[in-house]
C-alpha cells in the first residue's frame, strides 16, 4: 500500500498567465504558495478474491470491470495511460473539492507519485509537475492553466515563470520571520460554494487575447509582489496589491464573481482588511484577504455567515506518506 500527500496551493497573483497561449506569446509569472492543507492519495493492489477488477473510492465508490468504466475522468484516463489493472484508488482531503486550492491538481500529482512509488521508479519533480499537466490537460482534455500542478508538486512560496514551452520554479529569498509576518496577516473563508472550473477556465482562455493587456499587468504585478516580498518594504503593499489584481482579475469574464462575492469582499474591506480575492478560477470556494493584525477580529465579525479556515504555509510539496 502506498500514500501520497500533496499540498494545497493559494495562488497570490499571476493567475492567467499561466495559459499557454498566453505565456507563449507574453511570458507569464504566478507567485503562490502551498499551505498544510493536503490531499491524501492511497493506491494498493485489489486481491483477486474481490469479483471486480478495479475500485476506485472518492465522494463515491466505483467497482468496475474494465477501466474504461470508470466515471471519474482522472482515475480513468490515468490507469489507462499507465495501463495499471486491479488497484484500488482512493482519495481523501483536508478541505472541500472543486474550491479554488488546486484541489484536482493535487490529486493528480498524488495519483502520479503513488504509480512511480508502486513502480519503484524515481522522478524528478520537473517532469511529475510535466505528468500531471499532461494528465489534466491533454488526457482529460480540461481546460486550465499549468500552475496549480507545478505549485502541489514544489511546495514552498514560489515564483513561477513561464517562457517559451518551460518554466522555472524559484523560492522566494524571505526570512522566516517575514514570512511568519506575512502569513498573520492573511485571513481565509470558505464562502460554502464549490463549483467546477472547467467551464470558468474555458471562457478565461477565451479572453486571453481581448484581455492580453490586463493579464500583462497581473503578470507583473507578480513579480513586482515577488520583490517585495523578498525586500524591506512594509507589508502593506501586498495587501494593495492584491486588491488590484481582484480588480483586474474580476474584469477578465463576468463570471469571475457575483453580487454576493462583491457584497462579501466589500463588507471585508469595510472592516479593515487591505486587499483579498477570490481563489481559483472564480464563482465561489475561498476567500483569501491581506488584514492587518489589529483589524481581524473587525473582519472576522463582519463575515459571521463564513467559515474561517487557519492555515500555515508549508514547503515540502508533494510526497510519499507511507509504503509498505
Not at 466505483?62 to 480513468?76: A, G, K, S, T
Not at 498573520?184 to 467546477?196: D, H, K
Not at 457575483?258 to 469582499?265: A, G, K, R, T, V
Request: charged letters at 25%; a negative charge.
Amino acid at each position: 500500500m502506498i500514500i501520497t500527500k500533496v499540498p494545497f496551493r493559494m495562488s497570490f497573483f499571476g493567475g492567467g498567465t499561466d495559459f499557454p497561449d498566453f505565456y507563449a506569446a507574453h511570458g507569464g509569472t504566478v507567485l503562490s504558495s502551498t499551505i498544510d492543507k493536503y490531499c491524501y492519495v492511497t493506491l494498493r493492489d485489489l486481491p483477486s478474491l474481490y469479483p471486480y477488477q478495479s475500485e476506485v473510492v472518492y465522494s463515491k465508490t466505483e467497482r468496475v470491470e474494465d477501466l474504461r468504466e470508470i466515471e471519474h475522468p482522472l482515475v480513468r484516463e490515468a490507469l489507462l495511460w499507465q495501463d495499471l489493472h486491479r488497484v484500488h484508488v482512493a482519495y481523501d482531503a483536508d478541505l472541500p473539492a472543486r474550491s479554488g486550492l488546486g484541489t484536482s491538481s493535487a490529486f493528480a500529482v498524488g495519483l502520479l507519485l503513488a504509480i512511480h512509488q508502486k513502480r519503484k521508479e524515481t522522478i524528478s519533480r520537473k517532469d511529475l509537475a510535466r505528468e500531471a499537466i499532461y494528465l489534466e490537460r491533454t488526457l482529460c482534455r480540461e481546460d486550465g492553466g499549468v500552475q496549480d500542478q507545478i505549485a502541489a508538486v514544489f511546495g514552498g512560496l514560489n515564483r513561477i515563470d513561464f517562457e517559451g514551452e518551460d518554466f522555472t520554479v524559484t523560492p522566494l529569498s524571505i526570512s522566516p520571520s517575514r514570512k511568519a509576518e506575512l502569513e498573520a496577516q492573511m485571513m481565509l473563508f470558505f464562502t460554502g460554494v464549490s463549483r467546477t472550473s472547467a467551464e470558468l477556465q474555458t471562457a478565461h482562455r477565451a479572453a486571453l487575447e481581448k484581455k492580453a493587456a490586463e493579464l500583462c499587468r497581473m503578470r507583473d504585478m507578480a513579480r513586482e509582489a515577488a520583490g517585495l516580498l523578498e525586500g524591506e518594504a512594509p507589508l502593506t503593499r501586498f495587501g494593495e496589491l492584491l486588491d488590484e489584481g481582484w480588480q483586474l482579475k474580476r474584469g477578465i469574464t463576468e463570471r469571475i464573481t457575483n453580487s454576493h462575492i462583491d457584497d462579501l469582499y466589500a463588507r471585508a474591506k469595510g472592516a479593515g482588511a487591505l486587499g483579498g480575492k477570490l481563489l481559483g478560477a472564480g464563482g465561489g470556494g475561498f476567500l483569501l484577504f491581506f488584514v492587518p493584525q489589529e483589524r481581524r477580529a473587525a473582519v472576522r465579525m463582519a463575515l459571521p455567515e463564513l467559515k474561517e479556515v487557519s492555515f500555515s504555509f508549508e514547503d515540502q510539496g508533494a510526497h510519499v506518506l507511507i509504503t509498505k
